[in-house]
């Protein structure tokens, strides 16, 4: 990668379609954790330590954010560059404030463009708010270490991204060393162990475009399976939309409830049975927290969620 930082210092005037061009380099940095845009403070606390003592509560405080101009940022942080509109218009976040008890799990929903994916984008600290706070832990984020900030928040997108490499190998880059063990009992816990141990070459297959291609329910598991390798006590899930038949969606959800239970998550929901059971659901519109509450309470009070549900939820078959 470092090959890359020369052609881009040379660019002194980015251009939207050069960083679209970005955006599969962007997927990569995502996949090998590389640091995004933001800052370690030099006396930054452990939050691993945090968690360990108080338990991985999130809260957000006020959040107000705006996205930054693509002039904005240092070309150095190639994985914002890559994700940065050239004129982005205002503060896509308004004062947001919300807070999950440790182990509990809360549901994003909301139209599309309402903020789902930027508040998920905060908790994992991919930007910081432009004003207001992201705690967890009771510890601002921008006061952790990024290491122990990596180590308490995994993520998991809805596009599994694979190497062409073994499953093994693709594996490990969640955790560098694993035993075949250890690998063995992720696959296990993601509902997934049985395919790779009937493939002729076992963990050994080389998967990806020009490999053993796995379908996306598969590609679901074994990005579930990295997870569990991982084990942060923190889960940011943007749930699958793409529609999985219903053997496959079951194995994922099966895989799901394994990887989410005991840990503190924030999921954008896309599933019926995902806001059912969830502790908490926030409703998104325009930036702003439109309300939030359980199922039951939002249905009671008949307002945009309840709405929603009629048109976005209602129809998911799966409960
Ligand atoms: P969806 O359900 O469609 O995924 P969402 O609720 O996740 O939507 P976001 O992706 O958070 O919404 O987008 C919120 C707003 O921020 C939108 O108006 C979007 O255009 C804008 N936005 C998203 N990413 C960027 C970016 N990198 N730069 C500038 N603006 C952005």
Known sequence: LGRLYGPLTAMSNVQVDVMTALVSFERVLEVLDLEPSVAEK????????????????????????????????????????ATLRKDPVGDTLHEVSFAVPAGAMVALVGPSGAGKTTVSQLVSRMYDPTSGSVRIAGLDLRDVTLDSLRGTVG???????????????????????????????????????????????????????RGYRLSGGERQRLAIARLLLKAPDVVVLDEATAHLDSESEAAVQAALDVALSGRTSLVIAHRLSTVRAADLIVVLEDGRVAESGTHAALLAAGGLYADLYATQFADTTTV
């Open 155 to 209: 993520v998991v997108s809805q596009e599994a991204h694979l190497f062409h490499d073994t499953i093994a190998e693709n594996l490990r880059y969640a955790r560098p060393g694993a035993t075949d063990a250890e690998l063995a009992a992720a696959l296990r816990g993601a509902h997934i162990w049985d395919l790779v141990a009937g493939l002729p070459e076992g963990l050994e297959t080389v998967v990806g475009d």
């Open 42 to 81: 030099p006396d930054a606390a452990d939050l691993r330590r945090a968690v360990a003592a108080r338990g991985a509560s999130i809260e957000l405080d006020a959040v107000t954010f705006r996205y930054p101009r693509a002039d904005e940022v240092s070309l150095a942080s190639l994985e914002a560059v």
